[in-house]
């Protein structure tokens, strides 16, 4: 039997690895979350999985949360600290940064503590962490909040190249792209009946996207039980479609007539978090992915001599299952716009979903987060990790 540990269980990607851990024989699941009364994790514990606090300002907590692992899931979530009112308020009494630059600051530091906390896990076999696709800072079609997600999660990759490389060398970097269902964020449809749909990239350009409920899961998965090592890193990704193809598939599907829209950054980023993700490389065209990561494709071939491979969901079929039911419900709401992609200051939150900021502490000789944050490639590792 083996224990794994799945950081956000309650999350997007740690409820799809979750989901696909339930039926494996042998394993036990212990998932953490900031809201362990709530219905979500009630619902986890009623199917047998552990639930415990995520309480990332305690350091002996996180190791106890670890304590037993065999594998770690984990993942540290930028968009929260964005959205927490209490980053604003620190940020608006005198701090002299930006909520943005807390954000960073306080991704940082958990993931720190969550990489200190999974080197001292004694049987620790695989540690399988959620980070970014390539892009530059600065990048201008990527959003403000996913170049900021992807400062911190840099900093944690060269953090434990630094310090932690007997964690680095049982470590697979799994890189995420953007998910499918934050299609929904911009399909609109029209007081005639017609639809529009886009993102921050010109029509043309292909783009990598990933469907994290049924496939995300199974991935990590399988780079658990049929990886033959540890110490490299996959693209996660489900189909590689352009804009304009998928407004061609949401007219297929729906009879409607779908027109692509560009966005600009400033746009998009007035959505909301659903589409936060949308991290495009820069210029247009260029690939998301570093060519030697490992591809679902590569992943594939080597799955071959098991009988097995990787689930890939085309958006077609995607569509298929989710587009009738979100184009009725966008005949339900003012101006054909999902009330969950109104902007963040429209929109309800639940407590339950803030997560307590990360006190700031003095560096053991460490230098300061944001010159940490450099250009450079990440110290320590080949062009695998980039």
């Known amino acids: 039997m083996f224990l794994i540990v799945i950081v956000g269980i309650n999350g997007r990607q740690g409820s799809s690895v979750a989901e696909a851990f339930m039926d494996v024989p042998g394993t036990r699941i212990r998932g953490l979350t900031s809201s362990p009364m709530g219905p979500a994790s009630q619902r986890w514990q009623e199917r047998g999985v552990e639930i415990r606090e995520e309480m990332f300002d ?103 190249g630094r310090c932690l490389p007997a964690l680095a060398a049982k470590t697979v970097l799994v890189k995420p792209c953007m998910p499918m269902e934050d299609f929904q964020a911009t399909l609109r449809m029209g007081e005639d009946g017609t639809l529009s749909f886009g993102t921050t990239a010109p029509a043309h350009v292909l783009l990598h996207w990933l469907n994290i409920k049924e496939d995300f899961g199974l991935l990590i998965r399988t780079l658990v039980l049929k990886a033959p090592f540890p110490g490299f890193a996959v693209a996660a990704y489900s189909d590689h479609i352009s804009g304009d193809n998928i407004c061609a598939l949401i007219s297929q ?83 054909g716009i999902p009330e969950s992609t109104l902007p963040l200051s429209q929109q309800t939150k639940d407590e339950e979903d803030l997560i307590l900021l990360v006190p700031s502490k003095q560096s053991d000789g460490n230098p300061d987060v944001e010159s940490a944050i450099s250009h450079d490639v990440f110290m320590g590792f080949d062009s695998r990790w980039h």
């Open 58 to 160: 305690d350091e002996k907590h996180i190791k106890d949360s670890f304590k037993g692992a065999t594998i770690i899931f984990a993942i540290t979530s930028y968009h929260k600290f964005m959205q927490d009112r209490r980053a604003k308020l620190i940020a608006e009494i005198g701090f002299k940064r930006s909520v943005r630059e807390i954000a960073i600051r306080q991704e940082v530091q958990v993931g720190r503590m969550i990489l200190d906390a999974a080197a001292t896990t004694p049987g620790l076999q695989k540690l399988v962490m959620s980070t970014f696709p390539v892009t530059s800072p600065g990048n201008k079609h990527a959003s403000h909040t996913a170049q900021g997600t992807y400062l911190a999660k840099r900093e944690h990759i060269r953090y434990m």
């Open 253 to 335: 599907i729906s009879g409607l007539p779908c027109q692509y829209r560009q966005y600009t950054v400033d746009e998009m980023e007035k959505l909301g978090k659903n589409i936060a993700s949308d991290l495009l490389p820069d210029p247009p065209g260029s690939i998301m992915y570093d060519p030697k990561i490992l591809t679902p494709a590569a992943l594939n071939e080597f799955l071959k001599r098991y009988k097995e491979s990787v689930r890939q969901t085309s958006f077609e079929e995607y569509f298929k299952t989710v587009l009738p039911d979100h184009l009725a419900s966008l005949k339900d709401t003012p101006n």
